[in-house]
């Protein structure tokens, strides 16, 4: 599916870096010129196909080729080949490919499209990053699955499987709504605590099919922000960052907050070995209480290019 998705921390790309990455099926060399700018380019230098990402170097505001010193713009154009008397027409008018990127939310985004479209929408910034009442240094987290990114996403509307999978006090109710490429949710959530039960809510909100900003609600405020990022059509990768709210003036450490932290990724653990060996039920037998299922469907479906004809029916019919 088409949208922004999250490639790397922006603390952990300093300027001068480069790192060889792989998302979407293919290859690609991040890195960060010395003025501090983004680049992420196809990873073969057109010259003799060497790996800009294994033994390339930032020079200045180029990221130049182990190979033969070729340097290229973080627009994908030449920008010197320091052996050559000219630069021939054929390589001015070369241009690797660049993914348009955004750094947001201490996050690096990178647009994907199929068809090489430009983004379709804006990558959104969250109050609660530079709200001085929250924290200001990420929890970080990560996992590699290896499934389909929509079985994942598909996880935050089945409501029953909280309960059965992950033992939750009560069977959710969700307040699922949609806009564009946005969606919505609002989720009672009980909490069990040494003092008993404490009344919460969850409300989240996704822009898109790789980018999902949960806030958790109650005992200790919880922002999370989670990514998962396609490196093959059946693996991705899931990105937890958590920020919590100061509690007379300090970020908790240990007790409540921790436990909040502990318990979802303690969630994510227990999906995964469902989502590494389930298969996409393309016309499911729902009951009365899957429907938020249905209409995630009919949504996502709007992400995919060349989304199989039987797929998209089957989204756009399901109930």
């Known amino acids: 599916p088409f949208g922004w998705y999250v490639v790397d921390y922006a603390d952990e790309l300093k300027a001068g870096d480069v790192k060889s990455v792989r998302y979407f099926g293919e290859d690609q060399v991040l890195f960060r010129t010395e003025s501090g700018e983004i680049s992420m380019l196809d990873a073969y230098c057109p010259h003799l196909g060497a790996h800009l990402g294994h033994g390339g170097l930032v020079n200045g505001e180029c990221i130049e080729c182990p190979f033969h010193a070729w340097q290229w713009q973080t627009d994908g154009k030449i920008g010197s080949i320091p052996y050559a008397k000219n630069i021939p027409p054929k390589a001015k008018e070369t241009q690797i490919y660049k993914y348009p990127t955004v750094e947001r939310n201490n996050l690096i985004y990178a647009w994907y499209h199929p068809n090489g479209e430009q983004p379709h929408y804006e990558v959104e910034t969250y109050d609660e990053i530079v709200d001085p009442d929250w924290g200001d240094e990420f929890q970080k987290f990560e996992y590699h ?148 299922i249905a209409k995630f469907r009919r949504q996502y479906a709007t992400f995919y290019v060349d989304y199989d004809e039987a797929q998209r029916i089957a989204a756009l019919n399901l109930k």
């Open 145 to 292: 699955v290896d499934c389909h990114i929509q079985d994942m996403a598909e996880n935050a509307v089945d409501a029953a499987h909280f309960k059965y999978v992950h033992g939750v006090v009560t069977y959710p109710e969700f307040e699922v709504s949609y806009e564009d490429q946005k969606r919505f949710f609002v989720q009672a959530a009980n909490m069990e605590t040494p003092r008993g039960i404490v009344e919460g809510r969850i409300i989240g909100r996704s822009n898109g099919p790789g980018d999902n900003a949960t806030k958790f609600e109650g005992i200790c405020d919880t922002l999370l922000l989670g990514s998962t990022t396609p490196i093959e059509d059946e693996k991705c990768i899931i990105r937890f960052s958590f920020l919590q709210k100061k509690v007379d003036g300090k970020v908790p450490e240990g007790g409540v907050g921790a436990a909040i932290i502990a318990d979802i990724n303690k969630q994510v653990k227990e999906d995964i070995p469902i989502w590494e060996n389930k298969k996409f039920a393309l016309k499911p037998v729902l009951c009365d209480m899957d429907g938020p």
